[in-house]
């Protein structure tokens, strides 16, 4: 995708416009993500090993191809967090870690067989379950796989996803000895009603004392992960929340919508559902939240994501450089990915591919000698164009037809006719602006810029089956 050239103006700390009952009622409706289009839902079993193996071997025989992304899911969690949706094994049984190591070197042993060992990665991230479930030996291993077969570049962002109630400051020095530059905390809530409601207890004090720890080490990011919409919440307990988060000065901080659907994610039906804040409370927490953050001085990326000025990710949005990933909003340019572990999706040329998502079937196709690859997609002509379009939107907040024009040679009035159409409405409501070569998304729209972007999605213009999202506000 051309990179977005002029980004939009960020949101006030006191925004200048009012949310009405009619546009919460319009809004509060299911909806993607967009870490990528077309989105997972949309990825087919006939999707397999052999259509991934040519994806790669074209990668493989392409001149001076671009450094790699790589992601390691570590699924193990010692306890359950009733809100999860991620792919999660819960076990205090450590033992099973190593028997993973060993699946997860005979994945890259594959993967490396077709691209060849030794490609350049600049991005290296572990995300779970709870990565930092392995001991340190375990993780120095780890590390040790990944550079035999991969070469890690200099500069490259290495990050982990950590569970507070897991880590020491000896175990934050282990990681930073190991390479890691960026932590990410997951915070959810302070507020300890709210804790024992999702089964997650962790006190402020310690939160805080492995952030002073964090920065002391030498860490260059450190990322605050929050969840509004949780049981037990509403907008005063959480906007205490809030205030202790910016009290701690993390780098970035990712504000995220709880995503409630009992049917596909079982502990959350754990959670009661008479304790969830309505609408009208969970976009207040969403408002006051941007409002307070941006009082502080962080830079409003977009969507769910926030940053002081100059971290690395304010400074990519004010360039307009930014991209959006399977982990989220990303310096790194749309590079190929590769996606090692249960469940992991990763992005080759113009495919996505996923592994199995138990642990049995993982095992049981690598024993065989075969890459985990249960279903992916192959992205056609009309996904590469729309994915452009909407992560623009979700990107940069303004889409220029031009960019677009050149890199996919479609005229973008006559491409998008009926989607431009749609749009009048949203126009009308104040969430975009509807230029004559550009959309904007304004202030106001930001609170819905899925909104926004899902209207260029065509796979979900003719699927009404919306309930395997979570809701946009």
């Known amino acids: 995708m051309s990179d977005v050239l002029c980004p939009p103006a960020a949101p006030s700390a006191t925004p200048h416009f009012q949310i009405t009952p009619e546009l919460l009622q319009r809004y509060d409706v299911a909806g993607p993500r967009y870490t990528s289009y077309p989105t997972a839902d949309r990825f087919v079993e006939a999707f397999g090993q052999a259509d991934h193996e040519r994806a790669a071997r074209l990668r493989a025989q392409g001149a001076a191809a671009a450094p ?13 967090c009733y809100y999860c949706a991620c792919n999660k094994v819960v076990t205090r049984d450590h033992g099973r870690a190593a028997v993973y ?3 997860l070197e005979q994945e890259m042993d594959l993967h490396t067989a077709l691209l060849g060992v030794g490609q350049s990665v600049s991005q290296l991230h572990l995300g779970g379950g709870t990565p930092t479930f392995l001991g340190d030996d375990e993780l120095s291993r780890l590390l040790g796989a990944l550079r035999r077969h991969f070469r890690i ?20 020095q282990h990681l930073f000895t190991l390479g890691f530059n960026r932590l990410s905390f997951g915070v959810q809530d302070f507020d300890e009603q709210v804790q024992r409601a999702v089964h997650r207890v962790q006190p402020f004090e310690s939160v805080r004392a492995l952030m002073e720890a964090s920065r ?47 049917q596909r994610f079982k502990p959350q039906r754990r959670i009661e559902i008479s304790e969830l804040p309505p609408a009208g409370h969970r976009v207040g927490m969403l408002s006051d939240a941007i409002a307070a953050f941006l009082a502080a001085g962080y830079t409003y990326i977009g969507m769910d994501h ?5 971290d690395a990710l304010a400074v990519a949005k004010r360039q307009g450089r930014l991209h959006r990933n399977f982990q ?125 972007a899902m209207v260029f999605d065509r796979h979900l213009q003719a699927d009404r089956q919306r309930e395997r999202f979570s809701r946009i506000i």
């Open 68 to 80: 790699l992304s790589v992601y390691v899911h570590i699924p193990f969690c010692e306890s359950v």
């Open 153 to 172: 570049a200099p500069g490259a962002e290495m990050s982990i996803e950590v569970d507070p109630r897991t880590v020491t400051r000896e175990r934050l």
């Open 216 to 262: 002391e080490i030498g860490f260059e990011s450190v990322n605050v992960d929050l969840i509004y919409g949780l049981p037990r919440q509403n907008p005063v307990s959480f906007g205490r929340t809030v205030q202790q988060v910016t009290s701690l000065r993390p780098d970035r901080i990712a504000l995220y919508a709880y995503a409630h659907l009992p």
């Open 306 to 310: 926030f940053a002081l000025p100059d």
């Open 328 to 452: 989220g909003y990303s310096t790194q340019p749309d590079c190929d990915l590769v996606a090692l572990g249960v469940s992991a999706i990763g992005h080759i040329g113009a495919t996505y591919s996923q592994n199995a998502k138990t642990l049995p079937e993982y095992y049981d196709a690598l024993a065989q000698g075969q890459l985990p690859i249960v279903r992916g997609l192959a992205l056609t002509r009309d996904d590469l164009v729309r994915r452009a379009v909407i992560m623009a939107l979700m990107c940069q907040g303004r889409l220029e037809f031009e960019s677009v024009e050149l890199a996919h040679l479609v005229d973008m009035r006559e491409y998008f006719s009926r989607e431009l159409a749609q749009l009048e409405t949203l126009a009308e409501q104040g969430l975009v602006e509807i230029e004559p070569r550009a959309i904007q998304v304004t202030r106001m729209g930001w609170h819905f810029v899925r909104a926004v």
């Open 101 to 103: 190591l060993d699946a």
